[in-house]
Structure formats: structure tokens, C-alpha cells
């Protein structure tokens, strides 16, 4: 099955500095890579997602990179905010997205300090 | 809010005694997820539904059992409950399966086992 190692653990950043999280995947046939942020007692909601025919998809402050050949992907978030504060959490589609369930990193804990 | 009712918020038990949590997705949604959050292992993939079969299975112990029902709602029955099963269990949904079908999570239900 689909396994996702997500790096690093934490991350802590000055405000308006950017941020990188980066995660590999096993599965090659996964094609679905979305990313949510959870902040603490909360769901964990989706701020953006890439499919593999495409290398990067951009919204606002946040970047999603893909390397399929390297199977792994990058969120990038600029001008970093105290409200960017929160758990990440990398995931890709199993199976090659036959069912649609996600397969998640252990997340990363972002720590945007004023 | 995501749409997705997840109840009851909190659940304390004792060892050995069985649970269930139940899920109502969101409106038109027929897929429904269940995962598992505890503090060190991220988020675990239980089981998927679809129109009310199961289609995929994750790292669900045998003592935990699931069901989808004829009016899309879920529930997860987790029975000889240990200390260990002490997490947050969060049900999410997709309007249908396979890739790209955004998955919404609800906000979770606390089990706590003492």
C-alpha cells in the first residue's frame, strides 16, 4: 500500500519568512496530492491539492510543487502569518485514486512567531 | 463547517466496554471515511464506504467494525476497548469515489478509555 513520510516534524518560522514542507510517497500510481491544515481541537480542512499532470498549482501565499519521477511534493507557503499556525498534514490517494481514500503524513507542526 | 455530523463530541468509557460513533455526511456525499488521530501517529485510514459497501480497508482492528446504512449515515463500533484505542476518531466524506473527489472531514469525535 501507499506510504507518505512527510519532513519535517516541526517548523518554526519569523513572520513574513517562508516555509517548505516536503513529503515522498511510495505508490507510483498515486495521482492525487492534497494538503490540509488542522489547527489545534479542529478538523482538518483541505487548502490545497495537486493531480499529476500538473507540477505546481498556486493560491495566494500557498505553492503545491510535484516531482513525480522523484515522487515527492512540496508546500510552500510565503509571507508567512501568526494565523498560518497549525498542523500540515501531506497525503496521496491510494491505489491510484480507484476508491479516493488518503493515505497522510504524520504532519507538521508550523509555528509562526511575531 | 463541513457539512459532515459527527456525534458524540466527547466519549468517556471504561477498558473493556464498546462504543459506537456515528456520522452523517455531508448532503448528497456517498462515499464516507473514517480515520483515527492519536497524538504520535498522524492520521490513520480505518475504512471507506460507498453507497453502502465497504471499499477499502486500512489499519482497522478486528475489534472495530463498521457499516454504512441505506440513508448514507455511518457508524464505527469499537468494542473491548483498551487505553491505547484513546484518540480522536474523525469521519469524512466524498460526493463519490476515486481521484480528486475533495474529502471533508467532520470535527471528530473524543474517545477516551480509562
Known amino acids: 500500500g501507499e506510504n507518505v513520510e512527510q519532513h519535517p516534524s516541526t517548523l518554526s518560522v519569523q513572520e513574513g519568512d517562508s516555509a517548505v514542507i516536503k513529503c515522498t510517497y511510495s505508490d507510483s500510481a498515486s495521482n492525487y496530492f492534497p494538503w490540509y491544515k488542522q489547527e489545534l481541537g479542529k478538523r482538518p480542512q483541505l487548502i490545497i491539492d495537486i493531480r499529476s499532470n500538473v507540477g505546481e498549482k498556486k493560491d495566494q501565499r500557498i505553492a503545491v510543487t510535484l516531482n513525480k519521477t522523484a515522487k515527492h511534493f512540496s508546500l510552500h507557503i510565503t509571507e508567512t502569518q501568526p494565523e498560518d499556525s497549525a498542523v500540515y498534514f501531506c497525503?496521496?490517494?491510494?491505489?491510484?485514486?480507484?476508491?479516493?481514500?488518503?493515505?497522510f503524513g504524520k504532519g507538521t507542526k508550523l509555528s509562526v512567531k511575531p | 463547517d463541513s457539512g459532515v455530523t459527527q456525534t458524540p463530541k466527547h466519549l468517556i468509557t471504561a477498558t473493556g466496554q464498546r462504543v459506537t460513533l456515528r456520522c452523517s455526511p455531508r448532503s448528497g456525499d456517498l462515499s464516507v471515511y473514517w480515520y483515527q488521530q492519536s497524538l504520535d501517529q498522524g492520521l490513520q485510514f480505518l475504512i471507506q464506504?460507498?453507497?453502502?459497501?465497504?471499499?477499502a480497508k486500512g489499519n482497522i482492528l478486528e475489534r472495530f467494525s463498521a457499516q454504512q446504512f441505506p440513508d448514507l449515515h455511518s457508524e464505527l463500533n469499537l468494542s473491548s476497548l483498551e487505553l491505547g484505542d484513546s484518540a480522536l476518531y474523525f469521519c469524512?466524506?466524498?460526493?463519490?469515489?476515486?481521484?480528486?473527489?475533495?474529502?471533508?472531514f467532520g470535527e471528530g469525535s473524543w474517545l477516551t478509555v480509562v
Open positions: 464506504y460507498y453507497n453502502g459497501e465497504e471499499r
Open positions: 469524512a466524506s466524498s460526493l463519490l469515489v476515486g481521484t480528486g473527489n475533495t474529502i471533508y
Open positions: 497525503a496521496a490517494a491510494e491505489d491510484g485514486g480507484s476508491q479516493g481514500n488518503l493515505i
